[in-house]
């Protein structure tokens, strides 16, 4: 405690634990002692007190007030907190004579404390006053709120900001899978609920979340163990303090679990006190965000000078001394006056010097708290210093009056301390925000051992909350070492990533990061790793092997250069070959009576229809086009038609011929030259009408197929019009009916020069091929359709070519002694029977 004009209170961690002691008499509650000393606490109430002495000495900032204060250990629990609290503001007197009630506490602000559940108790009953508590290390969100904290203040981030910051270094990483770990308190809390609605909209999941409880107890802690090491988590956040940290720690190296990378919170990303020869190992490589430190000029020199005989009032220093040199000391003999030492085990010389040791305290390497607390108290200086450079009638009070100048009252400065704003002499600019919460910006902190076995906690990188998201955090990979191995970032994935040609499956039940791999179906892709849906080709494409790339579909037609074509388009040649050799015959011997005797016109007729047969086939034969496509179903139909036209008018001439033997009978007039001409052109002209109609409203037209291979695709005609199609070969169907009724009925006719039987077998073969074709055509993919339907053609055609002509060309080349009118004419023994 110092005294001085406006006295500052302080609230610090100089102990980690308590324990309770029965009270002997039993209407005392327990009294509760505070254990394990905290040099780092330690050094932060130092870094209070030379502060508060280096503003005494400024001449500029308060040059007629003196800072005094009075600070008190909160141990680390909240209720010694607010016991401290309260002993700052009301003094040790259990009472207080009514006369010297005032209506303001003497001390008019406390700075502290390093918790956040215990700053949050402190604030609570200090609002009800107007009182202002400004922490240097409470940095739970929840702090933020005016309405519950009115007269809260802090120099450290809110974890808001640190939470986003946790969450883009994850995602920087690519850490999908993390495990969470959260001290049981306000701090711990917050920090786990902000984490879980920041990583909401984000691919990154929590493989699980643990909480340790207060006092860290042995059956929890290992329960969190058994998870940890149970968990295919690999990433753990830890949001604890560095005593809670520290049994954590403790206890995975009790059950050797050493392959996790830690990613600290700034709670305890600096604490050296957890680094030791059993945790160093798993320690080594952490990473987290620390608030940002700087180096105090004067402060170590002050630390060191700290000593029990020149700080007598001070009642943390006999066991800092015992702490740090082991020896044991008793103050100064009461009965005496002088400083004689009483020592038991090892006695404390007197001599030994801080300016030797290094530890924790002294450790002025890492002042990022310390930094922290000489903000604060600067922050309040600065708020005092307005507060009384504020001149009568610009005041921002009632009728623009100031706040009372030498005994401050505690919500006018707390007002003067909302709206301060200065530029320290590092450079950096210190004000609070509406809601009490500083400019934010943090260094990435890297945990690094040395060779001599300590911790170098390395600097490698900064965020800067000011910056654009995408900017706001500066890496530098190169000199982060990594747990387990110092070039190889860690993985922490539920599910690997999915590689090209593969889309994520979620699996039932389970969090999105874990996902199976499933291959692209054929013809979808997906080039990018960890695609969720697979996007299908274009109809001109398809996928390659690897599903990652559409390439062009492989266009299939029945070409001249495929061997079936080839083979196809020689038979149609050799066909319309040979039907043009028995014409050539036919013309040779066109004066024989085998040739005039079976219609040499209609014969002619026929021959050339054969071989407009033969040759629409090559028409089926390349690339589809738009002409190809007409040409080859309108070809093929008419030169049909005309070829059964001519057929039909040869069956009905032989079976008038033998009616116009028939006494009194004079049917041939009506069958004439003129009259077979007329048949065979009105029939044609049928089909010539249904052609051109159909070529009209809905002609053939190329088209692609892809329903019956996938990876090609089938370049064929389409129909267009079906009613057309189907009318265009019923036409042809009917034709071939009418004929191989009549010629059935003329099979019987005795002449020699009747054809009737072989035309009634020519039609068999006819109706024979195109029945087979039609479920041919339908079951038979690709190209092999169209090699189906050219052989229907061909072959049928043959089948005309061969039945009717080939008995006439036996008979002209081989028997020409049977090619005379007599020997056509004569009746066989069998023809007379009928």
Request: net charge neutral; proline share 4%; charged share 20%.
């Amino acid at each position: 405690m110092q005294d001085g004009d406006v006295v500052l209170g302080g609230l610090f961690i100089v102990h980690f634990r308590t324990i309770r002691v029965n009270n002997s008499l039993q209407s005392k509650p327990e009294e509760v002692q505070c254990r394990e000393f905290n040099l780092r606490g330690l050094r932060w109430v130092q870094t209070m007190i030379f502060t508060i002495e280096e503003i005494n000495r400024d001449p500029f900032l308060l040059p007629k007030t003196t800072l005094g204060y009075k600070i008190v250990d909160s141990c680390d629990v909240s209720s010694e907190a607010l016991k401290g609290a309260l002993q700052i503001l009301n003094g040790d007197e259990k009472t207080l004579p009514s006369d010297t009630c005032q209506g303001y506490s003497s001390v008019p602000l406390i700075i502290g404390d390093a918790g956040s559940s215990r700053s949050a108790a402190v604030s609570r009953i200090l609002g009800l006053f107007g009182i202002p508590l400004v922490s240097y290390f409470a940095s739970c969100a929840c702090l933020s709120d005016k309405h519950e904290f009115p007269t809260f203040l802090r120099t450290v981030p809110s974890d808001a900001v640190q939470i986003r910051a946790l969450l883009r270094l994850v995602n920087y990483f690519k850490w999908s899978w993390v495990g969470v770990v959260a001290v049981d308190s306000d701090y711990g809390r917050f920090g786990m609920q902000s984490f879980i609605e920041e990583i909401w909209n984000t691919n990154v999941c929590i493989a699980f979340m643990e909480f340790i409880p207060s006092g860290s107890a042995n059956d929890r802690m290992s329960e969190i163990g058994d998870t940890i090491r149970k968990s295919s988590a690999k990433v753990i956040i830890l949001f604890c303090g560095e005593s809670d940290t520290f049994a954590l720690i403790k206890e995975l190296g009790l059950r050797n679990i050493t392959d996790i990378q830690l990613i600290a919170s700034e709670a305890w990303v600096t604490s050296s006190l957890i680094w030791t020869k059993e945790s160093q190992e798993i320690l080594t490589g952490t990473i987290g965000f620390g608030i940002r430190r700087a180096e105090i000029p004067g402060l170590r020199e002050f630390l060191v000078k700290l000593h029990p005989s020149t700080s007598p009032d001070n009642p943390f220093v006999e066991e800092f001394w015992q702490e740090i040199f082991g020896c044991k000391l008793k103050s100064r003999d009461q009965t005496s006056g002088q400083n004689n030492w009483l020592f038991s085990n090892k006695p404390c010389t007197g001599s030994e010097s801080l300016n030797s040791s290094e530890n924790i305290y002294t450790d002025v390497s890492q002042l990022r708290v310390s930094y922290n607390v000489y903000k604060a108290v600067y922050a309040v200086a600065h708020a005092i210093h307005n507060l009384q450079s504020c001149e009568n009638g610009k005041g921002p009070f009632i009728n623009k009056t100031c706040g009372q100048k030498s005994n401050i009252v505690p919500w006018q400065l707390l007002h003067y301390l909302k709206e301060v704003k200065f530029t320290n002499k590092f450079g950096e600019e210190i004000s609070f925000d509406s809601n009490g919460d500083p400019i934010a910006s943090y260094d990435l902190i890297n945990w690094q051992r040395r060779v001599d076995g300590t911790v170098d906690f390395v600097k490698v990188g900064l965020y800067d909350a000011a910056l654009p998201e995408e900017k706001s955090l500066v890496l530098d990979e190169s000199a982060i070492f990594w747990h387990g191995d110092q070039n190889s970032v860690p993985l922490s994935v539920c599910s690997y990533s999915c590689p090209t040609g593969t889309r994520k499956a979620a699996r039932k039940d389970q969090p999105i990061c874990c996902f199976d791999c499933l291959p692209c179906a054929d013809g979808e892709i997906s080039n990018e790793t960890d695609s969720i849906e697979c996007l299908r080709c274009s109809i001109d494409q398809w996928s390659n092997n690897e599903k990652n790339e559409c390439i062009p579909r492989e266009n299939e037609y029945l070409s001249f250069q495929d061997g079936i074509g080839i083979t196809l388009a020689a038979i149609s040649l050799f066909g319309a070959c040979i039907t043009g050799v028995v014409a050539v015959v036919f013309l040779c011997f066109v004066n024989t009576p085998i040739v005039k005797a079976n219609n040499s016109e209609l014969s002619f007729l026929l021959l050339m229809s054969l071989i407009l047969c033969f040759l629409c086939s090559i028409a089926f034969i390349g690339q589809p086009t738009p002409w190809s496509c007409m040409v080859r179903h309108t070809v093929f139909g008419v030169s049909f038609v005309l070829c059964i036209s001519c057929i039909l008018s040869k069956t009905l001439v032989v079976l008038m011929a033998f009616k116009a033997t028939l006494p009194a009978s004079n049917v041939m007039k009506w069958f004439g030259p003129k009259q077979q001409r007329s048949i065979v052109f009105l029939c044609t002209l049928i089909q010539i009408i249904i052609c051109v109609i159909w070529l009209v409203t809905s002609p053939p037209l190329p088209s692609k197929n892809t329903k019956y291979q996938s990876a090609k695709i089938i370049l064929e005609c389409d129909v267009g019009s079906t009613v057309a199609f189907c009318c265009v070969f019923g036409y042809i169907g009917l034709l071939a009916c009418m004929c191989f009724v009549l010629a059935f009925l003329a099979r019987t006719l005795p002449d020699k020069f009747n054809e009737a039987k072989f035309i009634t077998f020519s039609m068999l073969i006819f109706f024979a091929v195109w029945v087979t074709f039609i479920p041919a055509y339908v079951s038979t993919p690709g190209k092999y359709t169209v090699a189906v339907e050219i052989f229907a053609i061909l072959t049928s055609s043959f089948g005309l070519l061969s039945c009717i002509f080939a008995p006439k060309c036996y008979i002209i080349l081989l028997k020409p002694e049977e090619n005379t009118k007599k020997n056509l004419t004569v009746k066989t023994s069998n023809e007379l029977h009928y």
